[in-house]
Nanobody
Framework: QVQLVESGGGLVQAGGSLRLSCAASGSIFLINTMGWYRQTPESQRELVATITRRGLTDYGDSVKGRFTISRDNAKNTVYLQMNSLKPEDTAVYLC????????????WGLGTQVTVSS
């Protein structure tokens, strides 16, 4: 089992920056890809960014060039640096991890709220 805890959300003005963190615990040696998704009451869960254990990244189209995902395997933590924030970035940001060997499972954190004011 893997558990995830997010932190770093909050209220920021448009154009500002925030850094989210997601700390993993449990069977961390089984973690493969980690990432961030976001969700609002009006929309489906949307990909923000993912990063593999080797550091390969993928981003959702709406955040490319503004957000950067990184990972510290020694600290079992993944980060999301968010710059040039827009009101439409307002959402609950959820950390996720894919883990296992042979058979795989996905786990989610509880989420952290990011609110961007105009």
């Amino acid at each position: 089992q893997v558990q995830l805890v997010e932190s770093g959300g909050g209220l920021v003005q448009a154009g500002g920056s925030l850094r989210l963190s997601c700390a993993a615990s449990g069977s961390i040696f089984l973690i493969n890809t980690m990432g961030w998704y976001r969700q609002t009451p009006e929309s489906q869960r949307e990909l923000v960014a993912t990063i593999t254990r080797r550091g390969l990244t993928d981003y959702g189209d709406s955040v490319k060039g503004r957000f950067t995902i990184s990972r510290d395997n020694a600290k079992n933590t993944v980060y999301l640096q968010m710059n040039s924030l827009k009101p439409e970035d307002t959402a609950v940001y959820l950390c996720t991890a894919n883990y296992g060997s042979g058979s795989y499972s996905i786990t989610w954190g509880l989420g952290t709220q990011v609110t961007v004011s105009s």
